[in-house]
């Protein structure tokens, strides 16, 4: 039996709450669903916390499992300095399971969180059963060393304009109508996560730039199934890295791109991603 405290109801409706290591170490996350059965873990994005989550994903998701966001150190509501290699964020997690009383769970990780899926898989096997891996690359992936000026920049337009910086790097200006559903949606929770800051931001830069310059890893290692999602013109880490991934995870299925989609398309296409979710975890 775990510790975790799961709410019995809506994502956007569940309370954030805190778990506390053996080390120290100050965890937020919140968790829906029942405590049975293998739990999703969500590891999400750059910059995010738990409401950076699209309620209608999780709420689709925890039809057939518990699920479990958590906040990287250093970010939302958890305690600690943002680390500064992804490897250190792995250690995180780790962490956190361990004071969680989780034994197994499967992994959704969205692009940085999908960086830290894979060293996951290569450093704790035992520790997962199944992954998802949407808007991501490997480690020295093609193009990745240029989020930090594409994420700067957005935030400078962002400014300009008074849209949110995620129009810029999740959505193509075409699909901008869904992004503005998806802000509405995360822009409803009942118990919002402390908002992130800067000083997160730019150490969680750093790691994803040396993920990007970092020597390729023996992704012949990962015997997990894995899906591999995103869309066909991802700006932030190009979808040319999704393809890689498929290439050379002895065990992916590589879903067809979404076409029109940008790094946001699990958001764009909530229901699409859902479905996929779903059939490939059963």
């Known amino acids: 039996m775990s510790t975790v405290k799961y709410f019995d109801g809506p994502y956007v409706d569940a309370p954030v709450e805190g778990m506390t290591t053996p080390q120290g170490a100050y965890f937020a996350y919140r968790a829906v669903g029942s405590d049975g059965g293998v739990p999703l ?124 910086t995620r129009h810029y790097l999740f959505f193509p200006v075409a699909a901008w109508d869904r992004a503005d559903e998806f802000l509405g949606c995360v822009a409803a929770f009942k118990h919002p996560d402390r908002a992130a800051r800067v000083p997160g931001l730019l150490r969680q830069l750093k790691a994803v730039r040396s993920w990007g310059r970092q020597e390729p890893q023996d992704l012949s290692r990962i ?29 992916a299925r590589l879903e067809e791109l979404y076409p029109g989609a940008g790094h946001g398309a699990i958001f764009q296409e909530p229901d699409l991603f859902a479905s996929q979710v779903r059939a490939f975890l059963d």
Do not use: C
């Not at 869309?231 to 995870?249: A, E, F, I, Q």
């Open 41 to 164: 873990l969500l590891l999400n994005h750059l910059a995010a916390t738990l409401d950076g989550w699209d309620p209608r994903l999780v709420d689709q998701f925890v039809r057939d499992r518990p699920v479990i966001a958590v906040d990287y150190p250093g970010m939302g509501g958890s305690s600690g300095s943002a680390p500064t290699t992804v490897a250190a964020m792995a250690d995180g997690v780790i962490e956190f399971l361990d004071a969680a009383g989780l034994k197994q769970v499967d992994l959704l990780g969205l692009s940085l969180g999908g960086f830290v899926t894979q060293q996951l898989l290569l450093t704790h096997p035992e520790r997962f059963r199944m992954a998802v891996l949407a808007g991501t690359g490997p480690a020295g992936g093609a193009g990745i060393t240029r989020v930090p000026g594409l994420t700067f920049r957005a935030m400078a337009q962002a400014a300009v304009t008074r849209k949110d």
């Open 223 to 251: 015997g997990h199934p894995v899906l591999v999602v995103n869309g066909d013109n991802d700006l932030m880490v190009p979808s040319s890295n999704t393809l890689d991934l498929g290439r050379r995870l002895p065990a």
